[in-house]
C-alpha cells in the first residue's frame, strides 16, 4: 500500500517588543549573557494580587502578521488561561487564547515541485511564553524566569502538508514573512521560532485523520526536516508491520536522530481552559485594522514581483535575493549605486557574493563589502578595467578585508590589458608556438580557439580581456587561411 504524510505545522514566534506580554519587564534579544531572574516583576514572577495588562504592541504586531497571512481579524478577541502545572510557569496557567483567537482563517502560498500550493492557517493567536529550566545535578534544577511573560505567537496551519518539502517551503516563507514584518528576528538559535509538527500517515487516495505524532520543541529547520522524514518513515513501517499509531506527544533526540515518546497526548479538556478573567474581552476596531493593514510592509511575494518585472530577473533569481529582506535590500542598493543591469548584479550577489557568505558562514549583515563598494566592483569589470575573473579575486578580498575594488587592482597591478597593440604581439606568439593547434583551428574544429585564449590568459597572468583576445585571435587566424 502506498502511504502519504498529512502534516500540520504549530509555530512559536517570540514577537520582539521592548517590554514583556502583560509587565513593564524589557525582552531583551539575547538572554544568553543575562545573569538569571534579572527581568522579573512581581507580575511576571506571580506574585499573589497581580493583575496583568495587555501590552498595546505586541497586539499591533500580531494583527499585522495575521493581515501578512490573510487572516480575518475578528471584532473581539479573548485571552484565557490554560492550566497546566510546570515548575517554569510560576501561575501554574499561560495565559492564551483558546475559543477567540485574534487571526483566524489564514493561508499562505507556498511553491512546491508540482506548482504553487495553498496552505491554510486556522489560527495565530497571542500567548506568554515560559521561564527557563536549568537542570544542575542530581535531582536540583533551578528556574530563571528572564523570559517569563516574553510575548509569542503562535501560527497553527491546518493538515495541509504533504512532505517534508513542503514543511520547509511553509516554515522558510513564514519565517522570511516575520523577519519582513519585523515581528521576529527569526533567529533560530536564539529560539526566536520553534516548531511542533503534527505528523500521521495515511493510504493514497483516502481522506481521513489519522491519529498524529506530535513533536515538540523543534529548534531548527533541520531538526524540523529530520524529525518529520522519521516520523513519516517510522509510522508507516509500523502500520505496513501490522501496528498502530496512538496519538502522542513526542521529543526529539537530536543526537541519535529519532524521535522518543514522552508522555501521553493531552487533550484541550486536559488543560481547564477558560477566560481570563482578569483581562476584559479584547474589541479590534475596524479603523485600527485598517491602519494597520496600510502599514505594511513589502511582502516578499510582492517584492518578488516587483524585482521580476522591475528588474528583468528571473524567478528563480528574484526568490533567491527575496528570500531574507536585509538581502533585497543590500541588492536594490547595489543597483541603485551603479550603472550595470540588474541582472548583471543579481549574477554577482547570487553567485560570488553568497558563495563568499556560505564559505565564511556570514549573513549579509555582516558582510564588510558595502552596496556601494560592491557596484564599484562591477562597474570596473563593466568598464572593462579588469576581467569577470579578476573581479571575483578582487571581491574575495574585498571580502576579507574590507578594502576597496579600485585600491586592491591598483595596488597588485590587476587592471586588465585590453590595449590591442600589447595583446596582439602577445597573441601572434602565442599562435607561432601553437602550430598544431592552429591546423586544428583551420581544419574547422574553431572550438580550440578556447584553449588558445587559455594560454593568452597564461601568458597575462589572467589580466587579458577575454573578448578583446578572442577577437585578436580570430582575426590572426583567419589571416592564416589566405
Ligand atoms: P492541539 O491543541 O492538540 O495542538 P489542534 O487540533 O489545535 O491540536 O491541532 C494542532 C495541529 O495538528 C494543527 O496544525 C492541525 O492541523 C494538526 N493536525 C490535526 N489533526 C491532524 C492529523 N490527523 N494529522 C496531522 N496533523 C493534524
Ligand atoms: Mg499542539
Ligand atoms: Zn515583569
Known amino acids: 500500500m502506498e502511504y502519504e504524510p498529512v502534516i500540520g505545522l504549530e509555530v512559536h514566534a517570540q514577537i520582539h517588543t521592548k517590554s514583556k506580554m502583560f509587565c513593564s519587564c524589557p525582552v531583551v534579544k539575547d538572554t544568553g549573557d543575562l545573569e538569571p531572574n534579572t527581568y522579573v516583576c512581581p507580575v511576571c514572577t506571580a506574585m499573589p494580587g497581580v493583575l496583568p495588562v495587555i501590552n498595546r504592541r505586541v497586539i499591533e504586531i500580531a494583527i499585522m502578521t495575521g493581515l501578512a497571512l490573510n487572516c480575518e481579524i475578528p471584532p473581539v478577541n479573548c485571552f484565557a488561561r ?52 536549568y537542570h544542575v545535578g542530581a535531582g536540583v534544577s533551578h528556574v530563571d524566569l528572564n523570559r517569563a511573560g516574553v510575548p509569542l505567537l503562535e501560527i497553527v496551519t491546518e493538515p495541509d502538508l504533504r512532505s517534508v518539502e513542503e514543511v520547509l517551503a511553509y516554515a522558510t516563507k513564514l519565517r522570511a514573512i516575520l523577519v519582513y514584518l519585523g515581528v521576529s528576528s527569526g533567529d533560530m538559535e536564539k529560539g526566536m521560532m520553534r516548531f511542533e509538527a ?49 496519538q502522542q506527544t513526542m521529543g526529539w ?21 477558560f477566560p481570563e478573567p482578569d483581562l476584559p474581552p479584547l474589541e479590534i476596531s475596524r479603523e485600527w485594522v485598517a491602519e494597520l493593514r496600510a502599514r505594511l510592509p513589502e511582502l516578499p511575494d510582492a517584492k518578488k514581483a516587483r524585482f521580476v518585472a522591475d528588474y528583468e530577473l528571473s524567478d528563480y533569481d528574484a526568490s533567491l535575493l527575496v528570500e531574507e529582506r536585509a538581502v533585497a535590500d543590500y541588492y536594490e542598493a547595489v543597483v541603485a549605486a551603479g550603472k550595470a543591469a540588474p541582472k548583471t548584479v543579481a549574477n554577482w550577489v547570487i553567485g560570488a557574493l553568497f558563495g563568499l557568505m556560505n564559505e565564511s558562514g556570514q549573513e549579509i549583515g555582516q558582510v564588510q563589502v558595502s552596496p556601494e563598494a560592491l557596484a564599484e566592483l562591477i562597474g570596473l569589470v563593466e568598464e572593462g578595467a579588469i ?41 601572434a606568439q602565442v599562435l607561432d608556438e601553437s602550430p ?47
Request: charged residues 25%; aromatic residues 6%; hydrophobic residues 35%.
Open 198 to 246: 503534527n505528523i500521521s500517515v495515511r493510504p493514497v487516495g483516502t481522506d481521513q485523520l489519522n491519529p498524529r505524532h506530535e513533536v515538540k520543541n523543534l529548534n531548527s529547520f533541520r531538526a524540523l526536516a529530520r524529525s518529520t522524514a522519521y516520523e513519516i518513515a517510522d509510522q508507516i513501517a509500523t502500520l505496513e508491520a501490522g501496528g498502530a499509531i496512538v
Open 436 to 482: 598544431d593547434q592552429v591546423s586544428t583551428y583551420l581544419g574547422g574544429k574553431e572550438q580550440i580557439i578556447g584553449w588558445m585564449i587559455g594560454q593568452v590568459m597564461k601568458a597575462t597572468h589572467g589580466k587579458a580581456n577575454p573578448q578583446v583576445v578572442r577577437e585578436l585571435l580570430q582575426n590572426q587566424l583567419e589571416a592564416k587561411r589566405s
Open 253 to 273: 533526540n537530536e543526537a541519535q536522530e529519532v524521535t522518543v515518546p514522552q508522555r501521553g497526548k493531552e487533550h484541550a479538556h486536559d488543560y481547564r481552559y
Open 82 to 133: 490554560k492550566s497546566y502545572f510546570y515548575p517554569d510557569l510560576p501561575k501554574n496557567y499561560q495565559i492564551s487564547q483558546y475559543e477567540l483567537p485574534l487571526c483566524v482563517n489564514g493561508y499562505l502560498d507556498i511553491e512546491t515541485e508540482s506548482g504553487p500550493k495553498r496552505i491554510r492557517i486556522c489560527r495565530a493567536h497571542q500567548e506568554e511564553d515560559t521561564g527557563k529550566l
Open 387 to 427: 576581467n569577470a575573473n579578476t573581479g571575483k579575486e578582487v571581491l574575495g578580498e574585498m571580502f576579507a578585508s574590507g578594502r576597496r575594488a579600485r585600491q586592491i587592482v591598483e595596488e597588485r597591478g590587476l587592471a586588465q590589458i585590453s590595449d590591442t597593440g600589447a595583446l596582439e604581439q602577445i597573441v
